[in-house]
């Protein structure tokens, strides 16, 4: 069955969760029963390709388009609202407990359940009898959930987050080789990559110290970064002085970054469940991850990937040199993920996606 579907989410800056908004849009192209509304603008804003697409033109924290969007729903006879972030949870539960009493709602928590926001879990408690589906994208924030409010299992759904697999795949070789000439590799240069926002609870500083530490140790291997965040002056002052680690800003197509590398970091303190890791999976590419409760629910150690203690630079150091040095374990790792990763695709993540919505 089709519904009228109005997603809503505070911003579309640099996050996960907004990257999750895109492709749940750009996979679903020709639907225009979807609809996304961003309560505010940001300096950068990730862009989607999708027709139904619309923005509150302020870029305070605060706005509260509460009017506008009740015009909208009515506008466009709007049936399920899917909330992404603390702050459309908030406005959306103003919008049925005052003007959409039959409306269906469902939050999708990304991560927020996560930090130590005491307010929080006190505010899903009070939104809980309004809200009909409430969707996890990990068992781990699932339990967190349960954990820290009153909701039950059968109010929350774990829906893992997924890859376009028509898109993150691999290149060519001669495709990679021109790939990495633009940015003055060749094809014989080790790339070791390192892609996500620059905030300090994704470790991105523990990986420059790993970095430094190999370069100086005389090892061969060339280190990049991607994206973009709060912490990017501070990046671009702690590599000044090492020329084997590039640091490259944001860039909307991450295609041929995780081709162009041999292996990819991904080193959060904590998190729900990354999309970066998946994708560089999707494109062939050996993955080492921070143990952090989500990952063993679907990486396997030594396996499919390669682990690391959380906050351990020593441990993380140890298992670059690893991979670095065995060729055959890096093939191993990612030729096992590329079966793997089949069950995370686009396509079977919006079937799942519509089944909640039955739910």
Request: hydrophobic share 45%; net charge neutral.
């Amino acid at each position: 069955m089709n519904y009228k579907i109005l997603h809503i989410i505070d911003n579309m800056w640099l996050g996960w969760a907004q990257t999750v908004v895109k492709w749940i849009f750009e996979g679903q192209k020709d639907n225009q029963d979807i609809f996304l509304y961003a309560l505010r603008k940001r300096d950068i804003n990730i862009e989607i390709d999708h027709k139904n697409i619309y923005s509150f033109s302020w870029n305070n924290k605060y706005s509260f388009p509460i009017f506008k969007l009740r015009q909208f729903i009515k506008n466009h006879n709007i049936e399920i609202l899917h909330c992404h972030l603390a702050k459309s949870q908030i406005i959306w539960w103003i919008l049925k407990t005052f003007f959409f009493p039959n409306i269906k709602l469902v939050f999708h928590e990304h991560w927020e359940i996560l930090e130590n926001w005491k307010i929080y879990p006190i505010l899903m408690n009070f939104f809980r009898k309004k809200v009909d589906t409430y969707i996890a994208v990990s068992n781990a924030i699932k339990q967190a959930i349960l954990d820290k409010t009153d909701y039950n299992d059968n109010q929350v759904k774990t829906l893992y987050n997924f890859v376009d697999l028509n898109r993150f795949k691999r290149l060519d070789t001669e495709n990679i080789s021109k790939k990495r000439k633009k940015l003055w590799y060749t094809s014989s240069d080790f790339i070791i990559g390192w892609a996500w926002r620059l905030i300090e609870r994704k470790w991105w500083c523990e990986f420059i110290e790993v970095a430094k530490r190999l370069i100086d140790n005389w090892y061969d291997i060339k280190f990049i970064i991607a994206w973009d965040g709060e912490d990017r002056d501070k990046l671009i002052s702690n590599i000044s002085w090492y020329k084997d680690i590039k640091y490259i800003g944001y860039h909307s197509d991450m295609v041929w970054f995780y081709n162009i590398i041999d292996i990819f970091i991904f080193s959060s303190h904590w998190e729900p469940l990354g999309l970066t890791w998946i994708e560089a999976n999707a494109c062939n590419t050996s993955v080492i991850i921070s143990v952090i409760p989500w990952a063993t629910e679907i990486m396997i150690d030594w396996v499919n990937s390669m682990y690391f203690n959380v906050k351990d630079i020593d441990n993380l150091y140890d298992k670059v040199l690893k991979l670095y040095e065995d060729k055959d374990l890096r093939d191993k790792l990612s030729n096992n993920w590329l079966e793997e990763v089949k069950k995370y695709s686009l396509e079977k993540y919006l079937v799942l996606l519509n089944e909640v919505y039955e739910w």
